[in-house]
């Protein structure tokens, strides 16, 4: 998750060299080796004395970054760009209408998201497609976090052709709670809710016909849960149809 | 004489029910139809020859590339991307490869992005030229599949030489391209673009003008704007239907600005504004072939991207214009060097969906052609 992000705000970005990432990793983060650190400064002339690298923005970062993931015994994480607030006029409009139902806004890596209460979902899904232009649902799709009380992430990733614009609508439930199908919304949601209700499990209220898609009807479990386990299926087939204990 | 016939047993004043023309029925199309490109089950309901609606089933190729890719590394996963669209599989490295970058927030050096924008658009030209001889051969002309697959050897040459395989190439690295071009690789893509250019008259002379070409395809599977974008359609179908928008100008990544180009549109929507669109399709990957080629600048092929692929932690979504339409890639990184998920977006498996709307009261040799002109491959739809 975006909010777990540690470290400084994008070290690795930095354009003056690789000195600049390697020092202030090095206060930062204790369990650093001075081997990193000495490779990192090794680096660091390397790549000054390459103008045509060190010209461009990301480059001077990249040398940082293999001279902390080679040393075995701790592993520096490397910092990366952490999400920042997404502030905009369509964002203002839906907080001033929604309030607290917008539970976050946000941009990473120039790639923006909302994450809205599940109970506005199908209100923001249809006002996006009718007020805001976001006419195109590209795709619907969810992750899984097990750990979390609300296991799912519903994904929709939107685009509008007016204004040639990408965005992301997010909301999270819990496992077993129903989702408002978006078919009403736009006719491409059937195919898309289809399958991630055979991949996830994830029921979609009002969807005109919610039956597994990619897998066959009597499949037992949701393939993409992250509590699946891929040896389970072949074991009972080979228990059923062989008779046999499944070598695997 | 002969005795009248009897027919007091036939019983010709009730209507039988099970005679053909008073009743629906239910026809199942494939999964092992020739014309279905695949393995797709079609359940067409007919009234006479005339389809009242359709049900796709689909996922018999179905290998849950999605969970693979969260089983494998980063760059363990890159060669699986290409088993999706086979015909296409440069096109699939690609996005994969750049959706990643994104998320290291690295960036291909130049001269590795026009080999890579060379190579993809080569991969266009012969997915065009799949889907031109099967579509044509399903209609009733065997020919164009002749010259075609004939024609689309000289790529896989050119692929072969580059990296050793012709299709599922593996052409791609997350950071960049594993190889650098082979002495005379800018000789032989010059050569294939003077080559093939008379070879797409050829094309055009067997079917544009072709009477039984133009009258099972004209007014056949109509799509309008409107339905495009509810159904979330995308590539040559929805530019057949006027929208002018391809991610390569929308939104251009590698360096697809650097090129002069046009976006082939259609009026009508229907099967034979498709082809149209599809044909002058590679004549634009031409130009951009030619301009690639002489631009092609020096350099390293590969960025600093470390060994062990470990993004920060976050989510991308990043999308290309593959041969069929919009192929998007979603991947969360939760810091690991295994993805948390990857969720891919196939224009094969959305714009399938169109196939109902297309085909509804349309006769049954339609349905075939309407496949056709989808250009779907079930690796693809299925996964």
């Keep these: 998750m975006p909010e777990e992000t540690k470290g400084p705000d994008s070290v690795l970005r930095q354009p003056e060299g690789a000195k600049a990432p390697a020092e202030s990793a090095a206060p930062g983060k204790p369990p650093a080796t001075p081997a990193t650190s000495a490779e990192s400064v090794k680096a660091a002339p390397a790549a000054q004395s390459k103008p045509a690298e060190a010209a461009k923005p990301t480059a001077a970062a990249k040398p940082a970054a293999p001279a902390a993931a080679k040393p075995p015994a701790p592993p520096a994480k490397p910092a990366g760009p952490v999400p920042e607030p997404w502030e905009s006029e369509l964002v203002t409009r839906l907080r001033q209408q929604y309030g607290s139902g917008i539970e976050e806004s946000l941009r990473y890596l120039g790639q923006t998201y909302l994450t809205v209460d599940q109970s506005i979902l199908p209100e923001i899904l249809r006002r996006m497609r009718d007020e805001e232009g976001f006419d195109y649902c590209v795709d619907i799709t969810a992750v899984h976090y097990p750990k979390r009380e609300q296991q799912f992430d519903m994904v929709y990733v939107l685009y509008s052709f007016p204004k040639n614009e990408r965005t992301r609508v997010k909301t999270r439930i819990k496992d077993g709670e129903h989702v408002p199908s978006a078919v009403a919304i736009w006719e491409t949601a059937n195919w898309l809710e289809r399958e991630a209700f055979d991949m996830f499990g994830i029921v979609f209220d009002g969807h005109p016909g919610l039956k597994r898609i990619l897998l066959p009807d009597e499949w037992k479990g949701h393939p993409l849960r992250k509590d699946y386990d891929i040896l389970q299926q072949d074991r009972e087939w080979v228990q059923i149809n062989l008779g046999i204990e499944s070598g695997q | ?383």
């Design chain 2, 1 to 383: 004489m002969s005795q009248p016939i009897d027919t007091s047993y036939l019983d010709l004043d009730t209507k039988d029910e099970t005679f053909l023309d008073s009743t629906e029925m239910v026809l199942n199309m494939g999964p092992q139809h020739p014309s279905t490109h695949g393995v797709l089950r079609v359940i067409l309901k007919l009234d006479g020859e005339k389809v009242l609606g359709t049900e796709c089933v689909i996922g018999y190729l179905h290998r849950g590339v999605e969970k693979i890719g969260e089983n494998r590394t980063y760059t363990m996963f890159n060669p699986y991307v290409d088993r999706m669209d086979y015909v296409a599989a440069v096109s699939n490295g690609l996005g994969y490869c750049e959706t990643v970058e994104k998320l290291l927030s690295a960036e291909a050096p130049p001269r590795a992005q026009y080999i890579r924008v060379i190579l993809t658009e080569l991969c266009r030209i012969s997915s065009h030229q799949v889907w031109l001889g099967t579509h044509a051969l399903d209609i009733g002309a065997i020919t164009p599949l002749f010259y075609a697959f004939r024609d689309r050897e000289e790529i896989l040459k050119i692929f072969e030489k580059y990296c050793g395989a012709r299709l599922t190439t593996h052409a791609f690295r997350i950071g960049g391209c594993i190889y650098e071009t082979y002495d005379g690789f800018e000789q032989d893509v010059k050569k294939f673009c003077t080559f093939f250019l008379p070879k797409l008259d050829e094309y055009e002379e067997l079917l544009t003008t072709n009477r039984i070409w133009v009258t099972r395809t004209k007014n056949v599977g109509v799509l309008n704007p409107e339905d495009c974008i509810a159904l979330g359609v995308t590539g040559p179908v929805l530019r057949a239907s006027g929208v002018k928008w391809d991610l390569r100008k929308a939104q251009p990544y590698e360096c697809y600005k650097d090129f002069d180009f046009e976006i082939p549109t259609g009026v009508n929507g229907d099967t034979y504004d498709r082809y149209l669109v599809r044909i002058a399709e590679m004549r634009q990957s031409v130009r951009i072939l030619q301009q690639a080629v002489e631009a092609i600048p020096t350099g390293p092929i590969m960025a600093k991207v470390p060994k062990v692929i470990k993004p920060p932690v976050g989510e991308v979504y990043h999308s290309i214009e593959a041969p069929k339409g919009e192929l998007g890639y979603f991947i969360v990184s939760d810091g690991s060097t295994q993805p948390y998920r990857v969720r891919v977006r196939p224009p094969s498996f959305v714009n399938l969906q169109a196939l109902d709307k297309m085909v509804r009261g349309l006769l049954v040799a339609d349905v075939v052609a309407v496949i056709g002109t989808l250009d779907i491959v079930l690796g693809e739809v299925d996964r």
